[in-house]
């Protein structure tokens, strides 16, 4: 490895051609990079210093040939790329003013184009394939097509705005750029790794992302010729999916939900890449096949993230997964997808187990039970599938999730439903307009409607609505403002205002004039209080348990699911020998406030002890004559005890899990006790 001291135009001022490997990321510098090396460039003038360190550029040599050089690029192709299309916007800018002090002929002839040498060899920086047509474009001058997008573009956009201001000259601007320092890092072949070297760099705070890093890890050791086979006819194909706007941040999270889906666990955000390598080396593919299974999956992937389908109902609930923000939900998708691909089930049974997730993820929202486990529980799903008998699986695993996995049956869901605040829901304009289009042929346009309150937001009603309400009025108005039986979609929102019901029916625009089937009740009806709101959420209620369904399986298909444990009995309070009037109150203090700790805690009397758990047990709660032993699932050295009221029982034999023991003998320790407790349930896996 040889390092020189060196500047940009001593840096493109010889014969070398940079090439950009097709492994490397695409050009990824965003206005704000862009804006950081404009405003060196100022400071750089205006200061007067003679230099400034923009970091180092890392190149292997791969050949020389009539007295040119072909360098690779290694690291450093972000500056280099964002240098040469200041230079561009700088000679653009000269051509323009021919009296600005700067020659752009010398730009292009020096710094752009090897003059001597012939279609690409001529171009002193060639990119990668999906950024080198613009940045060829922008040297060549040559009109740009609309649908040519990169940031190579956008950035150059940025270049040429800054130098029409004029903030400095551009002949001020052509010597601040000559003073910006490099290093020139040159690798040797023989002796130097530069997958290792690349590596090295970006363990240090280079910021690539893990996109980068598996498509250097996959590309880098191949031969050429395959190399530009496998990019060009897979891994390129694979990064068009994606969105250019955001294509490496969904790129990565694509990844962790394809090692997710393969592993059947999580991997961590931050050893996503290392988890790859893991996974890559176990696999038995090779690096082709890899890739080819790579690209089927992504192609599931933005299929669901973009809502594409060619099959009508598929891309209606992609939009549905879009609208309840259900990505959580896409490793265990990506296998049902692929096992459509494969014929284990049927595109009809895809669709049932799409719209199954959608349910899930709705009416656990509209239960308000949190969310923080649902990318666990979809992460593991696949492990209860059974293949002969795939959907069924599938229904028998949500019936028979509990505690903070439920899947809300249709009386707690409708419960909920009918009297929960709706309105403040995130997913309330995507519920309004499920009720509406379910089972509608006709599926009606929402883009134009907003969301109407029948009974107004008000809270100084007129005296209409008033008189209309009753003398509880304010009340009723408290009670059902934001429930479904209250809320509706018009394009008239502003038009209907605290107008008294009557004209809301009659006016221009108004109910009597709507066409949306969830109005139908309401046209009906010539007054609005609390018996219409009643009878209207009843009847969308209904509506509700058929838009987003539960699943459905007789008992005689539910047994063989069903997980038997004859051997263990039943358990209560009165079970523990030591209960007495004084630890039966103990307990009940303690046990309500446990069951406070979240909605998803659950409780289990077991032989020996009393569990709560979320993911695992928590605490267990031992009985005694005068106490409760509790046994706090921690690690001793983990616990915060200012009080010190915690034993420790590492290796001791005791009742219950854990290495903390705490003891309850009077209500004055309950706050006490109830920190410990606390700091073992925030460490739950409920993520």
């Keep these: 490895m040889n390092a020189f001291k060196s500047n940009i135009y001593k840096y493109l001022g010889g014969t070398c051609q940079y090439l950009i490997p ?12 862009c804006a950081r090396l404009w405003s060196d460039i100022i400071n750089l003038h205006n200061t007067h210093r003679e230099g400034h360190f923009v970091g180092s550029i890392v190149r292997i040599d791969e050949d020389s040939a ?27 800018y000269a051509k323009a003013n ?56 956008d950035n150059y956009g940025f270049f040429a705005g800054q130098i029409a201001k004029l903030e400095i000259s551009p002949s001020d601007i052509y010597d601040a750029i000559g003073k910006l320092q490099i290093v020139d890092i040159v690798l040797d072949r023989q002796y130097d790794d530069p997958q290792a070297i690349f590596e090295s760099l970006n363990s240090t705070g280079m910021d690539l992302k893990d996109s980068d890093l598996i498509r250097n890890h996959l590309l880098m050791g191949l031969d050429s010729a395959t190399q530009t086979d496998v990019y060009n006819n897979i891994w390129r194909p694979t990064e068009l999916l994606f969105d250019y706007e955001h294509q490496s941040e969904l790129l990565d999270n694509f990844f962790r939900d394809y090692l997710t889906m393969k592993l059947g666990r999580i991997p961590k955000k931050n050893e996503v890449y290392k988890e790859f390598r893991v996974f890559h080396n176990g696999s038995g593919l090779t690096i082709r096949d890899l890739c080819q299974d790579i690209y089927s999956f992504a192609k599931h992937y933005t299929d669901m993230h973009f809502v594409r389908s060619g099959d009508a109902l598929l891309k209606s609930l992609y939009g549905d997964m879009k609208a309840i923000r259900m990505e959580v939900a896409y490793p265990f998708l990506l296998k049902a997808h692929d096992d459509c691909d494969k014929g284990l089930i049927t595109i009809g049974e895809l669709q049932e187990i799409v719209r199954l997730c959608v349910s899930y993820v709705l009416r656990r929202a509209v239960c308000d039970i949190p969310t923080n486990s649902l990318n666990k529980t979809f992460a593991t799903m696949k492990n209860d599938i ?15 999730l509990n505690s903070y996995k439920e899947f809300p049956n249709d009386e707690r869901f409708v419960d909920v ?65 934001h429930t479904i039986g209250n809320l509706t979609l018009t394009a008239y929102n502003s038009e209907m205002s605290d107008s ?86 103990l307990f009940e203090k303690l046990n309500t406030r446990i069951l406070n700790l979240g909605t998803y805690v ?82 739950q896996d409920v993520e």
């Design 417 to 481: 439903f009918l009297t929960r605040d709706i309105y403040h829901m995130n997913r309330c304009g995507y519920i309004l307009g499920r009720l509406e289009n379910w089972d509608n042929k006709s599926v009606v346009a929402l883009d134009n409607l907003t969301i109407e309150h029948i009974i107004p937001q008000n809270p100084h009603l007129s005296a209409n609505w008033v008189a209309t309400l009753g003398g509880e009025w304010i009340e009723i108005q408290k009670k059902y403002l």
């Design 602 to 683: 659950k409780r289990e009397f077991k032989k020996l002890y009393i569990a709560y758990k979320a993911d695992t047990n928590f605490v267990d709660v031992v009985i005694q004559n005068s106490r409760l032993r509790l046994a706090i699932n921690m690690k001793f050295a983990d616990v915060i005890d200012p009080k010190g009221i915690c034993k420790d029982i590492t290796g001791v034999g005791r009742w219950g899990n854990g290495d903390v023991e705490v003891g309850l003998d009077s209500l004055d320790m309950l706050d006490n006790v109830m920190a410990i407790i606390e700091q073992a349930f925030r460490l």
């Design 22 to 33: 097709l492994y490397q990321r695409t050009y990824s510098w965003e206005r704000e990079q």
């Design 98 to 153: 021919p009296d600005c002090g700067v020659n752009p002929n010398k730009i292009t002839d020096t710094l752009l184009l090897n003059q001597y040498e012939t279609g690409n060899a001529k171009y002193k920086l060639l990119l990668t394939q999906s950024d080198r047509d613009a940045l060829i474009k922008k040297i060549e001058g040559a009109p740009v097509p609309e649908s040519l997008k990169s940031r190579v573009l």
């Design 66 to 92: 009539a007295g040119s050089t072909l360098a690779m690029i290694i690291d450093g192709q972000q500056r280099l790329t964002t240098l040469t299309l200041l230079l561009v916007a700088l000679r653009d």
């Design 500 to 585: 008294p019901f009557a004209d809301k029916l009659t006016m221009d625009g108004g109910f009597q004039q709507s066409a949306l089937r969830i109005n139908k009740y309401v046209v009906t009806q010539t007054s609005w209080g609390e018996l219409q709101v009643n009878e209207r959420a009843t009847q969308l209620g209904e509506i509700a348990k058929k838009a987003w369904p539960y699943p459905a399986l007789s008992e005689t298909e539910l047994a063989p699911y069903r997980k038997q444990d004859d051997a263990v009995p039943e358990y209560a309070l009165e079970s523990y020998q030591y209960l007495n009037a004084f630890n039966r109150m």
């Design 386 to 400: 059974k293949p002969g008998d795939y959907l069924n699986s599938l229904k028998a695993f949500f019936i028979l």
